[in-house]
């Protein structure tokens, strides 16, 4: 979804017909539907049951997919990402916290893996989206047919899923909630991690090309390394979780991306600062899958935690770029990635909170609350 979308956003601001300027103001729609959205997902959850609340869920945001391409102008466009970006939040947490059940039923960490798994369809509907583009597809057609076998593939894929109900006597969830403490703290680690991530994600290819004099080419290609390089540390990060713990885990990736950073500062040439965003992707992939895990055992709603942290880093996500950009324009882009490398610190002085996150202690047990239903 995330992959298939991005790549046509060119083709998507032309037929719009929007400036730069009104682009940027209404990329800033997903993040604002999907804040206000993500408290709803646990009162569907425990109205449905688990299995329900995805299935539907992932298919309203799958089929959402086709919304931005039809947009006839700015406000159109707005309006369709509001609704692209509160189904895809809502789907965020109603994942995560079967994520985090299935975890604990399991007795072993799988969240780094399940975000891996996220990277990697990044990657995959990133390529579609790049031949569609490169032969001149029209975006709504591309996006009609991803969004009828993106939908397709999660009903079937639902089915395997854990059925977890509530049971009679338990309360439900108040639709809208401040977060508990408890997530806040877990969301400023988040924060410093994906705020790394977006700003080297979006940046590196600019700081390689006007600081350091890198062509074209290589300035795309340490974007691409940088997204792979979290992919293979997510999917591998589950076996350093197991054996490590996430809060030593995390503490050595705050100083690799820390190293990363300061490498990315004091850069001669460009190879060096390829190599400091890869530091910097190593060091952060596994944060937030853990900070994720951290919320959903941090209280007896689940949901209603993965959603606080959920919605600060997607509010880091959303600032990020801009943040780095306005602080360029003051200063650097060089200063800027100084901000970046003091916030990868940050991950090592925080990663206390993570705890309950880890494997420090015995294996979780399964939430004796909660009552599963048949599994498929």
Known sequence: MTGSFATRIPWIQEHAGVSAGQLGLALAFPALGA????????AISHRFGARTALRGLLALWTLALTLPSLAPNVWGLCAALFVYGATAGMSDVAMNALGVETENRLGRSIMSSLHGMWSAG???????GTVAAHLGGDARLHHLIAALVLTTLGLVFCQGVLDVHSTPDEEAPPRFSLPPKSALIIGA????????EGASLDWSAVYLRDELGGSAGLAAASTTAFALTMTIARLAGD??????????????GGVVATLGGAMVVAAPHAAVAMAGFGFIGLGVAVVVPLAFAAAGRSGPNPSQAIAGVATITY????IAPSAIGGIADATSLVFSFGLVTLLAL??????????????????AKSAPERTPGPVG
Do not use: Q
């Open 35 to 42: 804040s206000l959205a993500m408290p709803l997902a646990g």
């Open 122 to 128: 990044a990657l995959i509907g990133s390529a579609a």
């Open 189 to 196: 680690v988040g924060f410093c991690a994906v705020f790394a």
């Open 239 to 252: 076996r350093v979780v197991d054996r490590f713990g996430a809060v030593r885990t995390v503490r050595v």
């Open 315 to 318: 509010t880091s996500g959303l």
């Open 346 to 363: 940050g991950l090592v002085l925080g990663a206390g909170v993570l705890r309950s996150a880890g494997r420090e202690s015995a294996p």
